[in-house]
Every structure is written in C-alpha cells, then in structure tokens.
C-alpha cells in the first residue's frame, strides 16, 4: 500500500515571504499523480497543484510550483509572496494511475500553515 | 464551486443512532468516493463506487454502509453510532481514469456529523 508522510505538523511565515512544505512517499509503482490539496478554514478541500509522475518538468501554478524528484519520491510544495488567503492545512496526496483510480486518494496528515502578516 | 453537493452539511445526533448522508456527484462523473476526516487528522478513504458498483474499500467500519443509485448519486449510511463517529464525511467524484483523466478528485463541502 501508498504511503503518503508529511513530516511538518505546522509551518509559520512572514507575508510576502517563501515557504516549502515537504511530502515524502512510498510507492513501487512508475505512474502515479500527486497532488497538493488546501483546506482552509471553511473545511473545502481545493486542488493547489497536480503532477504527473511521467513528467520530468515541474508543475508550476502561479505561485505554487512544486519540486518533484521521482528517485528520492518527494513531492514538495513552494509557495511564493505568501498571502494571508494562503493560510489553510495542505494536504499532499498520492493517485496510483494502474488502479484506475480504484482507490482514490491516499492523503499525508497535512501540514497546518501560518501567515504572519 | 466544485460541482458536488453534500447533504446535510451539518447533523447532530445520538450515540446508537443512524444517519444517512447524501452525495450527488458532478455532471457526468461515475465515480463516488467516501472521505472520513477526524478532528485535525488527514482523509481516511471510506469507499468507492464506480457507476453502481462498489469498486475499493478502505477502512470502513461494518457499522457503516454505502450506496451508488442509477442516477449516480450515493448515500453513507452510519449506524450503532459512537462518540467516535463524530467528523467530517467528505464525498468526492472523479472522471474516468484514462489516457485523458488528470486523476483529480472534486470534494463536496463535507457534512459534520457530531455524535452526542
């Protein structure tokens, strides 16, 4: 089975400022996806970024980029300029592509981030 | 707005009762996922339905049962409930996986279930 960890229960920066959140996972798969999912305060669960294990490029969304490295299997988060809006739980997931999908999403615990203004 | 809608979004019930919980999926999805998320814990995958069938299960209890309609929509069913059934269901869908598919899923807002 996917495992998914991510090691920083809490992260605190300054606005305006650069933070990287890891995730770290454990597959013997080849095609996957892995996403960073953002739960705000309202509790909705909100697509920040998608990467396809296939890709060598990282993906990038305005100012969410990841850093994806297949071999070591972390997946980490930047976001730059914080914002206050950025403050919310950020869960990394796992998708195994050969399942089909089959059982959907395995998420890390989250990493709880804080925007100090 | 993602396009999937939970009902109720808050319930409030007794220890030994059972409540049932609504998810109708994006148009055009045929998936149904159940999420279960405990105070300050990540998503726990309940099950999955894909087009009637059941397709994966996860760490659901045997207390709890669930169901795809031919109109694609599901319902949770939690009964004999405990202190510790009190969370966040979340239900979510996804297009098919395929060649096309981006392997994202679309959460609804959640029902609250707080269990006395």
């Known amino acids: 089975a996917q495992t998914v960890t991510q090691s920083q229960p ?85 998708a195994s592509y050969s399942g089909g999908g089959a059982d959907g999403l395995t998420f890390g615990k989250g990493t709880h981030l804080i925007i100090q203004p | 707005d993602s396009g999937v809608t939970q009902t109720p979004k808050h319930l409030i ?38 087009n009637g069938e059941e397709r994966a299960k996860g760490n659901i209890l045997e207390r709890f049962s669930a169901q795809q309609f031919p ?4 319902e949770l069913n939690l009964s004999s409930l405990e202190l510790g059934d009190s969370a966040l269901y979340f239900c979510a869908s996804s297009e098919p996986f395929g060649q096309i598919s981006t392997g994202e899923l679309f959460f609804g807002e959640g029902s609250r279930l707080t269990v006395l």
């Not at chain 1, 770290?24 to 095609?31: A, C, G, L, Q």
């Open chain 2, 71 to 74: 109109d694609l929509h599901s």
């Open chain 1, 10 to 94: 809490e992260m605190s920066v300054q606005e305006a400022e650069t933070v990287t959140l890891s995730c770290t996972y454990d597959t013997s798969e080849s095609d996957y996806y892995l996403f960073w999912y953002k739960q705000p305060p309202s509790r909705q669960m909100i697509l920040v970024i998608r990467q396809e294990a296939y890709k060598q490029q990282n993906a990038t969304e305005n100012r969410f980029s990841v850093n994806f490295q297949k071999a070591a299997k972390s997946f980490s988060l930047k976001i730059s300029d914080s914002q206050l809006g950025d403050a919310a739980m950020y869960f990394c997931a796992y």
């Open chain 2, 13 to 50: 019930t007794a220890t030994g009762q059972r409540v049932t919980l609504r998810c109708s999926p994006r148009s055009g999805d045929l998936s149904v996922y159940w999420y279960q998320q405990s105070l300050d814990q990540g998503l726990q995958f309940l099950i999955h339905y894909y």
